[in-house]
């Protein structure tokens, strides 16, 4: 009887540190922090986007490897068909703002980003699109400007941070400027490498690294010329992901498929098709960076929907697609959030964009409020 009583109290004892502690070996991805973020936006991608570029890939993406889905809430301050600017922003610093306004509030007041605040806490940070640097969406994670027109003065902008890598076109408003001032060089002072062809730029793997591949916007993936852009996208994130991690208290990245939204502006499937699916290859690098690394936390999004398409037909086998457009614009409907990793429970359920950046405060440890506080 004794033993018996004796196993019945070791077994209550260990029923309440496995109640209060968790099991052995067990994972908690709501109680542990992320120590690298990296956010991809689709600009302009909504479901039918996903679905159409799935469909033309036989029934899969990388993306399908995310299990907390969740969808935000795009209106601006302003409108309620937001731009790129005003959705960026409301990602970037967490409040909603006017449409065209490049990281500030609904007052034109200058608001710290998500970048600024990860490199004051010694992340690393970095950009990648396939659009200019200095063009709304990534401007909105790392520039303060009125307008979103302002490029050159979104280009100085750059000069005042400490972001590790950027890579994308825009190359004119760092080296033909109105004020006839050399970016580069002060680039390449402030002790960057600075490089103009993607083929240099993937050799790279440490330091600080600036690649302006493009005078302005990188040609489309489906363009047939000599400077087609190819794999940029997907090489460019693995390199910045590459130097990044190299920086042990983690890092911020942002990765943009800029051109998904052209697509859409031009109602041409097939431009969207494989725009999406360039996206999904980025995607892919960094969720098998994610999955290995086990500290990364990868969100997926957009900043709007672009075209108001539809589906109306397709078949997986063939790989195709008959799609509908209700405008040559953006739309105001929702757009979905993927999210892979420590705290990828948080992105759950429908919620503000602005919502996007608290929950990255909070997954990396720095803050705990919402816009709901």
């Known amino acids: 009887m004794k033993i018996l009583y004796k196993s019945f109290s070791i077994l209550i004892v260990l029923l309440f540190f496995l109640y209060s502690y968790g099991s052995p070996g067990s994972s908690d991805d709501n109680k542990k922090n992320a120590k690298n973020i990296i956010l991809l936006i ?24 995310c299990k907390n889905i969740g969808f935000i809430k795009t209106y601006s301050a302003s409108d309620y068909i937001t731009d790129s600017g005003a959705g960026g922003t409301a990602m970037s610093i967490g409040k909603k703002t006017y449409n065209g306004a490049i990281g500030v509030n609904a007052d034109s007041l200058p608001e710290e980003t998500i970048l600024e605040i990860a490199e004051k806490h010694g992340l690393a940070t970095g950009l990648v699109v396939t659009s200019s640097i200095t063009h709304a969406t990534p401007a909105s994670f790392i520039a303060h400007q009125k307008w979103r027109s302002m490029y050159e003065e979104i280009a100085e902008d750059f000069l005042k941070t400490d972001i590790d890598v950027f890579i994308g076109g825009g190359r004119e408003h760092f080296i033909k400027r109105s004020d006839s001032v050399d970016l580069v060089l002060k680039l390449k002072e402030k002790g960057y490498t600075v490089l103009f062809e993607m083929d240099s730029v993937i050799k790279v793997e440490s330091g600080k690294l600036a690649g302006l591949v493009a005078d302005m916007n990188l040609p489309p993936y489906r363009d047939s010329t000599k400077i087609r852009r190819g794999d940029m996208l997907p090489d460019a994130t693995q390199t910045a992901i590459n130097i990044l991690s190299k920086n042990e208290k983690g890092f911020f990245l942002m990765v943009e498929g800029s051109q998904i939204d052209w ?82 429970e948080q992105f759950r359920g429908i919620y503000e964009n602005t919502d996007i950046f608290y929950k990255m405060m909070m997954a990396l440890g720095f803050e705990s409020k919402s816009t709901a506080d």
Do not use: C, Q
């Open 263 to 344: 697509a859409g502006h031009a109602n041409i499937t097939g431009y969207i098709i494989l725009e999406t699916l360039d996206f999904d290859r980025a995607v892919g690098k960094a969720l098998d960076f994610a999955e290995k690394d086990g500290n990364t936390l990868v969100i997926i999004t957009a900043d709007h929907e672009t075209g108001g398409m539809g589906i109306n037909d397709g078949d997986f086998k063939e790989g195709t697609v008959n799609a509908g457009y209700t405008t040559r614009s953006h739309t105001g409907v929702m757009v979905p959030v993927f999210a892979y990793g420590p705290g990828s």
């Open 42 to 65: 689709g600009d302009g991608m909504g479901v039918s986007h996903i679905y159409a570029a799935m469909t033309a890939n036989h029934g899969h993406l990388n993306i399908e490897k």
